[in-house]
């Protein structure tokens, strides 16, 4: 389009490059301000890349769900006779790329509109285990990946995301995602084990998983659930693109709808790094 | 909770925080380097504050709706007998803090999963027009608004969320948050002559409204929907707290759920500075 005043903006282009960048690089900055010890950082501070990684699935009709019915759309306004286009969505919390608040498990814990926005803007400590689970759809998390990732990446802190990159998001839409029906599920998941290791030693405030839920599919009890959630802690799932995050360094945003007494429920998880 | 290994977390204390503040800073200062100009902005930058600012309000059943049913939930699992809790909701996609996508308005234009992620991490520009509002439910974001904008704060950037505050998201759960029934409300939103300004002048590359609706509540022929849409960028109806934003230097990230084929939908809000 070249509406009136096209020209003038052209002629006007080189003091709008120079305020521009103060307002949008001024805000950006603040960004850097909000995780603890910005100052330790700069002794070591990975390469600031400028990259944005969406690490949510499409919320799609019919989208893979664990138990219950998947999500429907229909369309309820359109073009004509209405002037314009809408849909309406019926989904169950646990579908799609999406957070398992502490009371999707836990009577009297929080809900979703309970995290604060603070808890949705985390470091992310990537943990590859798509090697051992190319060969076992049953492969876990366990506490020696997370010593190998110390090891390597330095301490996992307090508050942050330790995301399972299984690989498992490149099968959405194959069987091989849910690897057989419920009650016969394959497909990785955290460790038991693991899941005591970052528990008791105050390592992660959530965990995300590229599969359908944080214990793995051949689990009977849910004790990831059961364990990680009642320490007032959330899980991500279904969440996808791990594997375009370096191991450390990047920050996740998660953007979950605070849904009304919500469990959890559908999420927009942004990372940058 | 106090698991065993709590102890000695805490004997681990002083290297703990040593490498967790490098992951986790480091991650954080990488923000910095998303939108231009970040060189620049050390020229004029605005105090980090390190806040995070909700511009979301929590998502309702029965939150209004501009036209048509809304929102509703019900408990489909519950702790006894299914061991979990989980909620199922049904709602069109413009209910509660929401996107209107180019495809809203206007046939073939991108729908939300269409929007790549840098689109939504926006630096704020706030238009304060509550003192106006307080006294004219009709009043409207003016070239005069943007210009004095401008005047004070510098020029907005292309890339941008223009933001109105109206003061109206306190009213959510009153009869003056719509003013009135269809066809006979009454709340604030953006003047078509300030889209025009916008449009012509690359100014903002989104628009985001405290009210139902980014035309005013008055208007029965949306220019603004109409416009604005139509120029493949986005608009948010229904924010909060905007009044909690410095003018300019806060950098908001939009996680609207990629909803398929959707014409928006519900999206979480997070502004930091």
Redesign the interface.
């Not at 990946?145 to 990159?165: F, S, T």
């Given at each position: 389009?070249c509406?009136?005043?096209?020209v003038?903006?052209v002629r006007?282009q080189k003091?709008?490059?120079?305020?521009?960048?103060?307002?949008?690089?001024?805000?950006?900055?603040?960004?850097?301000?909000?995780?603890?010890?910005?100052?330790?950082?700069?002794?070591?501070?990975?390469?600031?890349?400028?990259r944005?990684?969406?690490l949510?699935?499409?919320?799609?009709?019919g989208f893979p769900v664990y138990?219950?019915?998947a999500p429907t759309?229909r369309t309820?306004?359109n073009?004509t006779p209405d002037?314009?286009?809408?849909?309406?969505?019926?989904?169950?919390?646990?579908s799609?790329t999406h957070m398992d608040a502490p009371?999707?498990?836990v009577?009297g814990a929080r809900r979703t509109?309970d995290l604060t926005?603070?808890e949705?803007?985390l470091?992310?400590?990537v943990i590859d285990i798509s090697g051992r689970a190319a060969s076992d759809p049953d492969a876990v998390v366990t506490v020696d990946d997370l010593r190998r990732y110390e090891r390597r990446?330095?301490?996992?802190?307090?508050?942050?995301l330790v995301a399972m990159n299984s690989g498992w998001d490149a099968k959405l839409g194959t069987p091989a995602f849910t690897g057989g029906t419920i009650g016969n599920y394959h497909f990785p998941g955290f460790g038991e084990d693991a899941i005591?290791?970052m528990?008791?030693?105050?390592r992660g405030s959530a965990i995300a998983v590229d599969t359908l839920s944080l214990d793995p599919g051949n689990s009977a009890t849910?004790p990831v659930?059961n364990k990680w959630l009642?320490?007032d802690k959330y899980g991500l799932e279904n969440v996808a693109n791990l594997g375009d995050l370096p191991p450390?360094?990047?920050?996740a945003?998660?953007?979950?709808?605070?849904?009304?007494?919500?469990?959890?429920?559908?999420?927009?998880?942004?990372a940058?790094?």
């Amino acid at each position: 389009m070249c509406l009136p005043g096209t020209v003038e903006a052209v002629r006007e282009q080189k003091p709008e490059l120079t305020r521009r960048t103060v307002l949008a690089g001024g805000g950006a900055a603040a960004l850097a301000a909000l995780l603890p010890g910005e100052a330790a950082a700069h002794r070591r501070r990975p390469k600031r890349r400028g990259r944005v990684v969406d690490l949510t699935h499409t919320f799609t009709a019919g989208f893979p769900v664990y138990t219950g019915a998947a999500p429907t759309r229909r369309t309820i306004n359109n073009y004509t006779p209405d002037g314009f286009y809408a849909q309406e969505w019926t989904f169950g919390e646990h579908s799609g790329t999406h957070m398992d608040a502490p009371g999707h498990f836990v009577v009297g814990a929080r809900r979703t509109p309970d995290l604060t926005p603070r808890e949705l803007i985390l470091p992310v400590a990537v943990i590859d285990i798509s090697g051992r689970a190319a060969s076992d759809p049953d492969a876990v998390v366990t506490v020696d990946d997370l010593r190998r990732y110390e090891r390597r990446h330095g301490r996992i802190p307090r508050k942050a995301l330790v995301a399972m990159n299984s690989g498992w998001d490149a099968k959405l839409g194959t069987p091989a995602f849910t690897g057989g029906t419920i009650g016969n599920y394959h497909f990785p998941g955290f460790g038991e084990d693991a899941i005591d290791f970052m528990i008791s030693r105050n390592r992660g405030s959530a965990i995300a998983v590229d599969t359908l839920s944080l214990d793995p599919g051949n689990s009977a009890t849910f004790p990831v659930h059961n364990k990680w959630l009642a320490d007032d802690k959330y899980g991500l799932e279904n969440v996808a693109n791990l594997g375009d995050l370096p191991p450390h360094g990047a920050v996740a945003t998660v953007g979950v709808i605070p849904w009304e007494e919500g469990s959890g429920g559908p999420a927009r998880v942004l990372a940058t790094y």
